[in-house]
């Protein structure tokens, strides 16, 4: 299975920062990754597909980077609605897995 | 827009069977561009992956829990479940269904999810 790693577990930060979120694979899954959005009490959100390209409906503010085994999130400039757990999935091959979350909270 | 709704016991005996059902709202099952399926949540740790399904029946299963799992459709009722054999306290665990789709481009992956139903394994 393809181990996902992300980093870190937990991030606070401030209305208005940017944000990195780091997401590594334990082999090269070239961009065969997305990236979700889960906010306590509702259903996990799909971002970010082929490790930069946004889902439909998806804010600007949101990016995605890399290729091979590591990755990024990054927030440009952090809205009250994005403080939540942000989860990274290989989608490159079977069985499907995922990094252990990073929590965003509110400094 | 889609909605997924999962439902079913949250208490289930250790060594019994785990069953949750999830209905399909304003999407067909039996559209032939996606899958169905589950993902679980313990408490405190990670995503983890259970299994997919095609409104066919045609089923596939993570390894780690093939040998425990059922995944089902009722095209009719528009349902899908989930059957998890001789639980024990390790499968309790928040658990969302999920639509699968497989792009070109992007791989595998999840689309839509339920807003996860919590099932705890005690006696």
């Known amino acids: 299975d393809i181990q996902m790693t992300q980093s870190p577990s937990s991030v606070s930060a401030s209305v208005g920062d940017r944000v990195t979120i780091t997401c590594r694979a334990s082999?090269?899954?070239?961009?065969?990754l997305a990236w979700y959005q889960h906010q306590p009490g509702k259903a996990p959100k799909l971002l970010i597909y082929?490790?930069?390209t946004l889902q439909s409906g998806v804010p600007s503010r949101f990016s995605g980077r890399g290729s091979g085994t590591d990755f990024t999130l990054t927030i440009s400039s952090l809205q009250p609605e994005d403080f939540a757990t942000y989860y990274c999935?290989?989608?490159?091959?079977?069985?499907?897995?995922f990094g252990q979350g990073t929590k965003l909270e509110i400094k | 827009q889609l909605l997924l709704q999962e439902s079913g016991p949250g208490l289930v005996k250790p060594s019994e069977t785990l069953s949750l059902t999830c209905t399909v709202s304003?999407?067909?099952?039996?559209?032939?561009?996606?899958?169905w399926g589950w993902i679980r949540q313990p408490p405190g740790k990670g995503l983890e992956w259970i299994g997919n399904?095609?409104?066919?029946?045609?089923?596939y299963y993570n390894p780690s829990l093939k040998s425990r799992v059922i995944v089902s459709v009722d095209t009719a009722r528009n349902q899908f479940s989930l059957r998890l054999r001789s639980v024990t306290a390790a499968d309790t665990a928040i658990y969302y269904c999920?639509?699968?789709?497989?792009?070109?481009?992007?791989?595998?992956?999840?689309?839509?999810w339920g807003q996860g139903t919590l099932v705890t394994v005690s006696s």
């Open positions: 999920v639509r699968r789709v497989s792009w070109a481009a992007a791989g595998t992956l999840f689309d839509f």
């Open positions: 304003d999407d067909s099952i039996t559209n032939s561009s996606f899958y």
């Open positions: 399904i095609y409104h066919s029946g045609s089923t």
């Open positions: 082999q090269d899954i070239s961009s065969w």
């Open positions: 082929s490790a930069s």
């Open positions: 999935q290989q989608t490159k091959s079977f069985p499907y897995t």
